[in-house]
């Protein structure tokens, strides 16, 4: 595996994306790095242009999911070999990447994801609304897959080329647990690898109040939908 | 409602509820709609299948706004609109993200066929290192 693309999708945030950036350039200086500039409205745009990086920038905002999406299908048609996302918020420490990087390769997932709570097994951290939401999503994942997946909706994931077709190919929420579940449905191998996360400084989180209550509604709906999709897949890849 | 109402009336639900998962897996019908129909028609089933909460959302509907039994129709034809409607808005707005995505990546790429860009930007760091 010799290409590799960083891509960190980011909405409204300036005050962290520059920090981001320098420390994915400094951590993976030999990796192309991309910013997806999901219609930024703070002036995230200008910072991106004077650290001159490449950054695909969506005219109005599409939500999460979709700006991870095209960060995919760049990476679809340029022909990388693996995709790494991060979040744009500063909540991920690039130095944890070369360590998630080598486990991928010796270990031939597919999929590894960035697990806050793979070491310790438990939400005992997370606040009480996310710890709720933790345990749901990682139990559904045990239930449809019957392998516990214990952190769902971390940002930092990095996967293999062969995942990108079908990553496009349907429609997915932000990528988490629906994402894996259809994945993991399709034979793929989804694995976790321990990181530490630090808390958010500035901007605001993507989930508003309202969302906090439709997310796992959504999220639990593509989950069920997911599983049908993905026999669907298999049956047609059968005939 | 007789027995023979419920189960009809279980059956339409089941057909719409069907309808309506099988849209949004196809991408037709945004998830977030989706969760809507979901949420109302499995609660329109619990209430026509269990009598003493029919009895109650009866009486508490009809004092609000007493109609007739052709209503029903009227309401079936909103809904299947209303799917419809939201089904169109879906398809129109996934084929606006599409557009909007290509376009990132296309302007995103000719920037970078340009001098500059990022290969620009690693060089002066790899300058900055030495």
């Known amino acids: 595996m010799d290409r590799i693309l960083v891509a960190i999708p980011a909405y409204n945030e300036r005050a962290t994306i520059g920090s981001v950036v320098n420390s994915v350039r400094a951590n993976l200086p030999n990796l192309d790095l991309i910013v997806v500039d999901d219609g930024s409205r703070d002036g995230m745009g200008q910072v991106l242009r004077d650290l001159r990086v490449m950054t695909a920038t969506h005219l109005c905002n599409l939500g999460y999911g979709r700006a991870i999406q095209t960060a995919i299908k760049y990476a679809l048609v340029e022909g990388y070999d693996a995709l790494i996302t991060l979040d744009g918020d500063g909540q991920h420490d690039a130095r944890q990447i070369p360590g998630l990087i080598e486990r991928f390769r010796r270990e031939e997932w597919d999929v590894l994801v960035g697990s806050r709570y793979i070491q310790s097994r438990n939400y005992a951290s997370a606040p009480l609304g996310r710890r709720i939401g933790m345990q749901l999503f990682s139990v559904l994942t045990r239930i449809v897959t019957g392998q516990r997946v214990y952190d769902t909706s971390s940002g930092l994931k990095m996967m293999r080329r062969r995942v990108f077709e079908p990553l496009t190919r349907w429609h997915f929420v932000d990528f988490h647990a629906e994402a894996i579940v259809y994945l993991m449905r399709l034979g793929y191998r989804i694995g976790e690898y321990p990181i530490s996360v630090a808390e958010r400084k500035y901007g605001q989180s993507m989930y508003s109040t309202l969302s906090h209550l439709a997310y796992p509604l959504k999220t639990s709906l593509m989950i069920l939908l997911g599983v049908v999709e993905a026999g669907l897949v298999r049956r047609r890849r059968g005939k | ?130």
């Open chain 2, 1 to 130: 409602m007789n027995i023979l109402g419920t189960f009809f009336l279980d059956i339409v639900a089941v057909a719409v509820l069907i309808w309506v998962l099988d849209l949004t897996r196809r991408g037709r019908l945004y998830v977030g709609y989706g969760v809507i129909f979901v949420v109302a028609i499995v609660g329109a089933m619990i209430v026509i299948s269990v009598p003493p909460l029919l009895e109650f959302v009866t009486n508490w509907l009809d004092a609000l706004s007493p109609v007739p039994g052709f209503t029903l129709l009227v309401f079936g034809f909103t809904l299947v609109m209303l799917v419809y409607i939201l089904t169109q808005t879906t398809v129109i707005s996934n084929r606006l993200a599409e557009v909007v995505q290509e376009l990132a990546i296309l302007r995103m790429k000719s920037s970078a066929d340009s001098p500059g860009a990022e290969s620009a930007a690693r060089e002066m760091d790899e300058e900055d290192r030495d």
